[in-house]
Structure formats: C-alpha cells, structure tokens
C-alpha cells in the first residue's frame, strides 16, 4: 500500500461510531511464517493441518468471528534487491514486506508499529518511493530497488544528511518511529530537495511519534535540506 | 561555572536509533526460538469452566502449553500474568509456544474453552448503585490494606440534582482549614461536576518481550521505561531471585506510564522458555496493545470552588469518583487532590475520592496520572471565575500560585521550590499574552480565535538510591546508571553530572546502562518525572565518593593529606606543588593495588541496597570505584510545575481546531539538557493535545467490548494535528534541595498543554465551559449552536 497521509481529525473521523465490525480484537498480526527457518517441514504440515475445520471458541459473546487462517500453499524462492544488493529468499504469497525484511534478511531497522497501515514505522522506500512495508506484498517488489534504513549510510559508513541531522537536532526520543520518519524524509528530499517546513510535514504524516517528537524532526528534516543544497 | 550541565551533547544511543541499529525486543533472534500466541477473553468478565487444550498440543509445531494454574497468582485485585477469571476483554488465559507463530495462533483456535460470563461495569457509578454490577466478584473497590471489598451508595444519594455528581460514602477523604469558612468569605462560588475520559497509552512499541534461561539465570528482553527498578519486581512474577534474572532493555518505544515497572506479561514468554528450554519470543500486536496495555484512569469528579473578589482562592472542595480498572490500577485521584492543593493553594480544601472497579483494559499511570485530568477539569473552571470577576486569566492564576513556602496535599508537606508565578510571568511575556488575548473571540467566517494558557503539576523526586562510577587504569570514567531509556535522555543528563563532578571531558567518559548483567546501580524506574532530581543525587554522591577516593589516594601516593590535593583535568594535584600530581588512570592503577574500598573490594557504608553491592562486586578490583547511597537532605515534596501558552483558531461549523501558537515554560530547577528540555516541552504538549481534544477509550455498552482500539479510532496527534513549531523556555531557577538545581518535569509539560487548550476552546466560544475531556468536534458544534450535547454530563463511554 502506498503510504497515505493522516488527515486532521475531523468531524466525520470523531463520528466514527463503534460497531463490533469494526473490532480487530481477533488481530490479524499473526504472521504465518515466523520461525519456519527451523521448522520447515513443521510449517508446511501446519498450513495444510490448518486447511482443516477450525474447532474455534465455543463460547463466543461477543458474535466476533475469528478469522481462520488457512494459506493453503508454499513459499516461492524470489530474488530482491534489498540496499544494493540481491538477496534470495523464500517468500510466502502473502508474505508483507515488513516480515521477509525483519524476519527472514535480518534487517529489524524498519519497524512494526501496528502492522496494518497506521503508523508508518515500517517505511521503506521502494524505487525512491515510501512505502508502508507492513501493506507491502514482498512478490510486489520483485524487481524493484528496496532501501531500508540499513541501506542509507555511504560506503564510509557516514550517516545520510536526514540521518545526522535527526542527531544534531535530538530529533528521536525512545526512536521506535525514527526508521520510519527517516526514510519519509530521504523520500521527499530525493523528490524535493528544497522542500518548506509545510510541505515537510505533509510528506511526513503518514508517521506517528507518539513521543510527539514532531517539531524536532521538523527541524531535522529542514537542515538535512540545507545540507544537501550546500552540497 | 558548570562546563557540562546545562549543555548539549550527542546522547550516545542516538546513533543507533536513526541508522535503525537500536535494538528492541521483538529485535532480538535466537536459534530455536520459540513464538508465543495467548489465548485472552473475548469478553470482560468470566470464569473459565472448561478448557481443552489437548488437541492443540497434539498439533505439529507445538510445543508447550502454559496455564494459570502454572504461574503465580497474588491475590485481587492484582494484575496477573494469566488467570482462570479474566476480568477485561482480551485479558490472557493461556499461552501457547510453538515453532512459529502462526502455529501457535492456529493452535490457540483449536483450544476448547467455556466461559461463564460474570457481571462486569463500564460505569462507576452505576456499580455504585445499591443494585449496580461489581467488576470482582468480591466486590467494587480496593480498601487500602485490606484490598477488594463492596461499597454501595444509598439510593437517596442519587437523588440530587441531575448532572451534578452524587457524593455517597467516599474511599479516601481528608481536609485542611476551616471549609465552610472559606465558603463563606467567598464572594463568587462554582460548583460544578466533571468528567475525564480514560486513554490508552499506545506507545509506538508493543509491549513484546523475549525471554531463554542461561546457566540458570533467566534473561529477558523488555521493552520498560526503567531499567533497574524493573528487576526485583519481574524475578518475582518469575518466582526467581533478582541476583538470577538478566533484565536487558536497552531501548524502549514509549511508555508514558505504562512500562514504569514489571508488568505480569513479560513473565509468559520467561516461563514458557523455562518450560520448553528454548528461547521465547512473545509479539505483542498493535491491536492487542489497546486490550492489554494499560490506559489512564478516567474521572467522575465535582469540584465546589469559592473565589474572593480578588480571584483568591478561599476554599476547595472536591469529590472524585476514580475509573479503576479491573486490577490495582493507580492513585491518580488522591494525586489529582494533591495537585489542586498546590497549584491553586486554596486556604481551605477537603478532598473526597473513591476508587471503583472497572471491567475496561486495565488503568495504570499515564503521564501526570491524577494532576493532568485534574489540570484539565480545573482549569477552565479558573477561567470560568476569572470572566465572572473580571479578572485577567494569567494575573487569577498568578494570585493563587505557590511559591517555595507553599505547602503541599492533605498533609501539607512543605516543598522544595516553586516558581510557578515565575512560569507564568515569564510565558505571558515571551507569549505576548496581552497582545493576543485583545485577538479573542475575533472571527473572520465561521473560525473564531481563541486565547488560553494552563497549568500543571507533578511530584518530580525522590531520594535514598544509590550512584555508581569506575574510573578504569586508562583514566576513562564509567557511570554505571540503572536509569532506563524511555526518549528522553535522562540516563545521559544525570550522568553527566559525575563527570561535571570529577572535571571530566564528555568525550572520556562511558556510560553504562541497559543490562542488568552490567552491574548496576539500584536507582529509581523513569517515572513520575523524577529521573532529573533523584539520578543527579546519585551520581553527585557516587562522584564525591570518588574524589575523595582519588585525592585520599593522591596523598598515599605523594605525601601530605588528601585536603592538600585539588582537581584539574582528569589528575589530582598538590595545591602547593603542581609537580604533584598523578593522573586519574594511574590513580585507578593505585586504587586497585590498595584495593580495600578504594577498589571496590570492601564496602565502606553498610547502607547501599543488594543491587548496588552485587554490582560493585562485579566491579570489584577493576579500577577505582565511588559508591554511595544518596542520604543528602531532602525535607520536601520536590514540584515539577509548568505553564502553557495557546492560541487556536477554531471553526464553529466543523468544530475543527487550529493550534496557531503553543508556549510552554518549564519550572524543573536548573536546566540540565537544554535541547532534551526542548524536546520535552514541545513534544509533552502534543500528547496534551491529543488528551484534550481527541484521545479516548469507549466501549459497546452491551457486551463491554472496547472500541477505541487502533490510532485511527484512539487518535493520538499526528504531524497535521500539531503547530508547524512550537515555543518554550524554563524558569532555570535551582532547586536548592538537589545538588545541581535540578528537578524533573516530563508530565505536567503535558497537562499545562491540555488545559491551555481547552481554555482556548472554551475562550473561542464566549466562555462556554465543557466541563469533560475529550472536547471532540461534534461537541463543539453543539457548543457553538446552542444545541443539547448528545451526551448526558456524568456520562462516560462517549465517544
Ligand atoms: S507498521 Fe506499517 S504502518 Fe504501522
Ligand atoms: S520517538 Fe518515540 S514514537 Fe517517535
């Protein structure tokens, strides 16, 4: 999913009323994959075993349905180029992004906030493009350039301009969200390298800080900008 | 004249967040690693009849089990780590770990489980009611010491006046001066009822944790606020010793409250690894966290407020009716009364309050748990009386601000220091209070300014923990901080106060945090804004130690007394004969030859706590060690207080709002991190925001199931909701009960900007008074055309 951006409260939004559809107490967080490195054999019986009937909850209150998981196929050997380099994973058809990067690549940069499009802690860029890469199918992006937060620092290892501006202007706090807003500023700066602080922030609100850290990105993506025009 | 306190530096965990290098707890791999998926109730209240799990453990890929009847159980209403009697929706009944987590999710939907449903409440004062719902099914509140018993009103009690809380039987009460006094010199008296809605926390993070035994020590990987406070609390919930838990948390996205300490969770996956012998990984999901986490206490409160025709304050009486949640919740009411003695000092005060039980995701602090909602209902009743009595709104606060002979709740305690009026004078000009406040209520179409400014408070330091530091034989020093990583660099700004002590370069010291196998220091949890005040006295006695260590040693070395030798960087010399001296590194190889205390290898006082000395044994013969507990004076309450600055622009046709100004001005003593006090100011008020104007949980009334549970529905701000750039600035006026000046300030830098805006709001409309926290569109709408509200006033669990 492309990432959106978080529009004002408004009255509409305040109204959203509650209904039990609208419950996602059942999450749908539960990834399928997790951990098949070891259990391969395990994991395939399990996706068929799970083809079958689910016993479920007798006693549901609530008339929540949960939803059962059955996948019923197989995980695909596909090449993506992740940070300049390729890398040959096997990937589920329902395998998000978020997951082979974290899970399977060992790249734990790009994070999960809610793993449903909300948050933006798991931006990634793909073709300079941010994307959420928990709404993100990883057979999407075959053949396409995946940057994470990994991928930004030079061969020297120095950090992108977005990168040691957010430290010079103490731009994280507890730095759950700073992956994610650091990758929605090298996104606009590859777009706009000469952007207003208005325009920064739309750029950005597709990522929550819940440590409200917004003024100090700001700051951080305005000097980066700077930096980058004083070449 | 300091050289690193009150100066900006790098933090040196910075560096990590923004190259995505921080590792958190769902960061952490290991082989064989197990997940973990928890079977929770699907409703608030129940009894588990029957569970049958055996065809779940039969399922390939399974790989162990874990019930309540295997872990701990302390008596109610405690929170618990799984149970046989959920008490909330989504509450954990059983565990399941297999080798991955869609096996064990599969796994827990093929667990039979029967449910025989209890009677549960939404509303405290519908279990107030002679015939309401208990939340336990021992009864409807925690007397202190004795815990869960019934209290019931009468039904005449409910007969008053409709919209105005009824006040039965209270749980707490106290008072000081003469009430009806007070009320009676009061030439304007407001008497009015309110209501604060609960919230969730919703730090970034989820609250996942990972866990495997090693050499029969148990390591977890957590995601808390605090790090050294955390250990005895969670090795309980384990059932082991503190000495055989490895508690790692190195980084933490966001808890405001709600990772202060243990929580019984972080016990499943330490268990289940126990259990299955491998490595245990337990995600938490967004969704999941709206359930489980923890969410601030709402209120049901009245407050009579009697005002001289000056605006003074004579007299305050206040009822609270607390939302507790289910378990043991928090003390935000009896905290909210303590606020309101201080901010406003009234002459005379009685504070009532109980606690009732709720069947909603367990309470727990959130930042300026009590004195926030407090700021919130309080303050624009002060701006209600200030248009009645024609008085400016910063000169009534003024007038009934504390100074440093201001004292403090029921007990009035005396307090450290107390600038508020400072706060406020200082604000309203930097603000241009006058100039913009001659702008309220000027409309251009249908958006309407509005002028506001608030106040908060919190208790902000402790005392009686211990400080910790090693210079090693290469003269680097070492500071050994239990202190967590909860955003806002306070490991970093405390510490630096040892190297300030021992005329240390930034650039030469360590800090060592994060990991309890690193040997650290007992020091306070990264709550109650206290960090600021408690760690500088920590490391200020912990560096003092060390001087002494190092000038004594000087002595042994060279000659004469150690009060003949002086610092200068990073070497002690003689004060009479500079070719006296030897390097902190060559001091540390000395310390280390003598040993005894100088090396850690004795302890001179017999008063550190277990923690500490384990520490210091570990440390012990590596380098010169200073250790101490921080026994300096301390004869009060020590106040955190702010004040916020605000200007909206308001749209009386969508009720939608424009913050156009913000200032926040900070009264936290001297100022340790000016960058870091930026950052606090600035992001605390956009937290208040989202508490004023959007943020709450609400529930299906019929089933009890909550509904605010992802950001789109619980709404914290966003980049859009926020000013472009927002202001602030800081008394900067020491503390003379901490040894640099400092105090803390987290949490009333939010309720300052809550209440800022909501007067704001209510200028904006004329003065019309909510009297309920969220202010949300529709309700402004109604305001601004004279329409009934949709709600009635006690109602809670609106949306
Ligand atoms: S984790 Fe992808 S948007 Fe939140
Ligand atoms: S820095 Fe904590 S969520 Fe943004």
Redesign the pocket.
Known sequence: MAKGNFRRYDLHESQQNCSLENIDFCDSSTVPFLNERYSRRDFIKGVIASGIAIAGIPYMASGQVRPTSSLGSVERLVSLNVNGQVRRVDVLPNETLVMTLRYKLGLTGTKL?CDRGECG?CTVLIDDVDHYACSTLTHRVRNREVTTVEGLENSEGELHPVQSAFVREL????????PG?VMSAVALLKKNSNPTREEVRIALSGN??????YDH?LNGVMSAAQEINRG | MAKIIGRDFIPSDIHS?VTGRAKYAEDIRMDGMLFCRLLKSPIPHARVKSLDYSEALSMEGVVSVLTADEVSQTPGPSDNILTNEPHFVGEPILAVAAVSEKIAQDAIDRIKIELVPLPFCLDPLESLRPEGPNARVDGNTIVRGEGVKEIKWKEEDFLEVAGELPMGEPGVEWSYGELERGFEDASLILDESFVTASNAHH???PRSAMAFWQNGKCHIYGSTQSQAIVVPGLARYIGIEPEDLVYISQYC??GFGSKGGAYPLMAIPALLSKKTSRPVLMRISRAEEYFLGSARIGFQGRIKLGFRDDGRITAVDLYIVQENGPNTGFGDMGSAADAVSLVYTPMAMRYRGISILTNTPPRGAQRGPGQNQIAAAVEPLIDKAAKRLGIDGVKIRRLNAPDSRSLYGGSRNPVTSAHLREALDKGAKKFGWNEKKSESGSRKGSKVIGVGVGQAFHSAGSSGFDGLVRISTDGKLHIHTGVGNL?TYSYAATSRVAAEILGYRWENCEIVRGDSSKHLPWNNGQFGSNTSFTMTRTNYVAAMDALQKLKELASISLGGSWEDYDIENETVVNKGDSNLSMSYGDLAVKAIEIGGRYSGKELASDDLNEMTIRAVEGLAGTGLIGVARDNLDRTGTVPALAAGFIKIELDIETGAIRILDYLGVADCGTVLHPQGLAAQVKSGAIMGFGMACTERHFYDSQWGIPGGVGFYQAKPPSYLDVPLELGWDAVDIPDPQNPVGAKGIGEPLMGCATSALLCAISDALGGHYFNRTPVVPDMIVNAAAGQEQSHSPLQVNTQ
């Open positions: 906030g802690a731009a994280p706090q507890c730095g759950f969200c700073t807003q929550l800080c819940r440590c409200g850290a990105y | 967040k730090s970034m993070e996205g966001g955003g």
